[in-house]
C-alpha cells in the first residue's frame, strides 16, 4: 500500500503538469465544440483563452483578489468582449468568422505586448500562485461535458445540429439564429477563459506570444481529430493531441513530422474524428 | 371568409430582373391555395417572401392582420407559418423523430437550465413532444421509421417526412414548395390524400406545384404568375377556362388556335 502510494507520488510529480495541461486542453476542446456544434468556424478561442488568463492573473497579482472570485471573473471578461464582437461578426458565417476571429487574437497580442505597465509587456507575467489544483481542473471538466451532454438532448441540441446542417432550414424551423450564435460565442469564450485562468494559476508564468494563431489552431484540431459527435469527442482528441508529444519522444525530432501525420490521416480517413458516434437528440 | 395571409404590392427585384411584380394575394383561412405558373414565373421568389428568406424590395405581407414584412423567417414561425423546400432540407445525419421534433423547436417552451437540470417539468415536455411527434409520423405513414436516419429514406418519403417536420410547429399556414416533385402517380395520389387530411387539422395550405391534374384536384382557388406578375385568380374552373393562363402556358399562337377550334 505505501508502496502504490509512493509510486502515485512519483507519477502525480512527474507528470503533474502534463495531467493538468490535458484538463485544461479538454475545456479548450468543449470551448471549440460549443462554436462548431452549430457550424460555425471560429479561430479565437486562443484569443479568449488569453483574455481569461491575462484578467485572472491580473486580478490575483495585482488586485489580491480571492481566487473563487477570480476564476468566474476571468470567464465573464472574455464574455463580454465575446458579446461585444459577437454583434458585427454575427453576420459572417464559416471561414469569414474564422478569418475576423483571427485579427482578434492579433489585436490582443499586440495590446499585450505594448500595455507594458499592466501586462508586464513581451516578458509577460510570472509568478502567479498555484492556485488551481487537478481536482478543480478536472471537476470543471466532468460538469461541462455532463452540462452540454444534457443540453444536447434538448431542444437546443436539436437546433444546434439542425443549424450546422442546414442553417436556412433551421432558420425555418423557428430557431433564432443570431441568438444561437451568439449565445454559442458567449458561452465558448467562458469556457475559454476558465481554461486560460486556470492554467495562468498552475504554470506560474502566462506571456503574450501564448495565445495566437498557432494555439488557435491547436485548438481547432482538437475538435478535427476528436469529432464533434458528442462533447466528449473533443475532450478526447485535445487528450490525445496533448499526450501525444510525451508518447512520441523517444522519436526525438520525429515527434512533430508523426503528430502532423496523425493529424492528416484522421482528417482524410476519419472525417467524423476518432470518436464518431453522435449523441441522440430525444430523451 | 377572412384572409389568413395578404399580400399587397409585393414586388422583388434582383438587379435588373423583376422576379415578382406588384403581386397581390389573398390566402383565406381553412383553404387550399395554389400558385402555378410556367418556370421561372416567380412561384419560388414568391414563397421565400412570404417565408422571410428574402425581404421585398417593396410591398407588405400580413398574417392574421399582423405585418410581418420585415420579420425573420424564425419570427414567422412563432406566428403560425411553415413551409417545405422544393429540392428537400432534411436534418440528414439526425433520426425521422429527431427532425420531426426539430420543428417543434418554437412549441417547446422550457427555458435551457431545466433541460439542464433535467426537471420534470422539461421531461413531461419532451414526453408530450415525443407523443406528437409519434402522432404526426403516423400521419405521414413513417411512424415505423422513427429511429431510422432520416438521410436514408427513400425520396417520397423525406418529402412525407418534410411535411411532418413542419406540421410539428402547429402551423396556420402551411406552404408547401412543389410537394408532388418526383413523385410517381401512386405517390401523388397518396399525397394528395394526406393534404386533404390536413383540413381537418385547421391548417391553411398555400402550395406552388406542376402537376396541374393534383392542383386542379386539391385547390380551392388559384393565383397564376407570368414573369413575377399575377395574370388571373380564381377557381380551379375557371382557371382552366382562363385564355391568359393558357396563353401563358401555350404560347399565343396555339392559345389562338385552340380558341377558334373551341368557338
Known amino acids: 500500500m505505501t508502496n502504490m502510494a509512493e509510486w502515485l507520488d512519483n507519477f502525480l510529480f512527474t ?27 471560429s479561430l479565437g478561442q486562443a484569443a479568449f483563452q488569453g483574455i481569461g488568463a491575462y484578467t485572472g492573473a491580473l486580478l490575483t497579482l495585482k488586485l489580491g483578489v480571492p481566487f473563487w472570485l477570480v476564476l468566474p471573473l476571468s470567464a465573464l471578461v472574455p464574455a463580454l468582449v465575446a458579446l461585444i464582437i459577437g454583434g458585427p461578426t454575427l453576420r459572417l458565417s464559416g471561414v469569414y468568422l474564422a478569418i475576423a476571429t483571427i485579427a482578434l487574437g492579433e489585436v490582443l497580442r499586440i495590446l499585450y505586448v505594448n500595455a507594458e505597465s499592466i501586462t508586464g509587456g513581451a516578458l509577460g507575467l510570472s509568478g502567479i500562485p498555484r492556485k488551481a489544483d487537478l481536482f478543480l481542473v478536472y471537476g470543471l471538466l466532468v460538469v461541462c461535458v ?81 469529432g464533434i459527435g458528442t462533447p466528449l469527442a473533443p475532450v478526447i482528441g485535445a487528450m490525445v493531441l496533448t499526450a501525444l508529444p510525451e508518447v512520441l519522444r523517444p522519436l526525438q525530432d520525429f515527434r512533430l513530422v508523426i503528430n502532423g501525420l496523425i493529424i492528416v490521416v484522421a482528417v482524410l480517413f476519419l472525417p467524423r474524428g476518432i470518436i464518431p458516434f453522435r449523441l441522440r437528440r430525444t430523451s | 371568409m377572412s384572409a389568413l395571409l395578404s399580400a399587397r404590392g409585393l414586388t422583388m427585384q434582383f438587379l435588373g430582373l423583376v422576379a415578382v411584380k406588384d403581386v397581390d394575394v389573398d390566402v383565406t383561412a381553412g383553404s387550399v391555395h395554389g400558385i402555378i405558373g410556367p418556370n421561372g414565373a416567380g412561384k419560388t421568389t414568391l414563397f421565400n417572401l412570404v417565408s422571410g428568406l428574402m425581404r421585398p424590395t417593396s410591398g407588405t405581407l400580413t398574417l392574421e392582420g399582423r405585418d410581418i414584412t420585415a420579420l425573420p423567417p424564425y419570427s414567422r414561425t412563432r406566428l403560425g407559418l411553415a413551409r417545405t423546400f422544393q429540392n428537400i432540407r432534411m436534418f440528414t445525419d439526425m433520426t425521422v423523430l429527431e427532425n420531426v421534433m426539430t420543428g417543434m ?67 396556420r399556414l402551411l406552404l408547401l414548395d412543389e410537394p408532388a416533385a418526383g413523385m410517381n402517380p401512386a405517390e401523388t395520389r397518396d399525397l394528395a390524400a394526406l393534404l386533404r387530411k390536413l383540413g381537418h387539422r385547421d391548417v391553411t395550405l398555400l402550395l406552388v406545384e406542376h402537376d396541374m391534374g393534383f392542383v386542379m384536384d386539391l385547390c380551392d382557388r388559384i393565383t397564376v404568375l407570368n414573369f413575377g406578375s399575377k395574370i388571373a385568380e380564381g377557381d380551379p374552373r375557371e382557371i382552366r377556362n382562363d385564355p391568359a393562363v393558357i396563353e401563358a402556358y401555350l404560347g399565343s399562337k396555339i392559345a389562338e388556335r385552340l380558341a377558334r377550334t373551341l368557338a
Not at chain 1, 17 to 39: D, E, K
Not at chain 2, 146 to 168: F, H, K, M, N, P
Request: proline content about 3%; overall charge neutral.
Open chain 1, 15 to 41: 507528470y503533474e503538469t502534463l495531467i493538468h495541461a490535458l484538463g485544461v486542453n479538454g475545456l479548450l476542446a468543449l470551448s471549440i465544440y460549443c462554436v462548431m456544434a452549430l457550424g460555425q468556424l
Open chain 1, 146 to 226: 455532463v452540462g452540454f451532454w444534457t443540453i444536447g438532448r434538448s431542444k437546443i441540441g436539436r437546433a444546434m445540429e439542425a443549424m450546422r446542417e442546414d442553417e436556412v432550414a433551421a432558420g425555418v424551423m423557428g430557431v433564432n439564429l443570431p441568438l444561437y450564435k451568439l449565445g454559442a460565442l458567449v458561452a465558448s469564450a467562458m469556457l475559454a477563459g476558465l481554461a486560460g485562468s486556470l492554467a495562468a494559476h498552475s504554470n506560474n508564468f502566462i506571456g503574450p506570444n501564448e495565445y495566437g494563431f498557432e494555439h488557435a489552431v491547436t485548438i481547432l484540431s482538437f475538435a478535427l481529430l476528436g
Open chain 2, 105 to 171: 423547436h418554437t412549441r417547446l417552451t422550457t427555458p435551457g437550465w431545466m433541460a439542464l437540470l433535467r426537471l420534470p417539468g422539461f421531461r413531461a415536455e419532451e414526453r408530450a413532444g415525443k407523443a406528437y411527434a409519434d402522432e404526426l409520423l403516423e400521419l405521414v405513414g413513417l411512424a415505423d421509421k422513427a429511429d431510422v436516419r432520416s438521410g436514408s429514406l427513400a425520396y417520397g418519403e423525406q418529402r412525407r417526412l418534410e411535411i411532418a417536420r413542419a406540421l410539428a410547429a402547429r402551423p
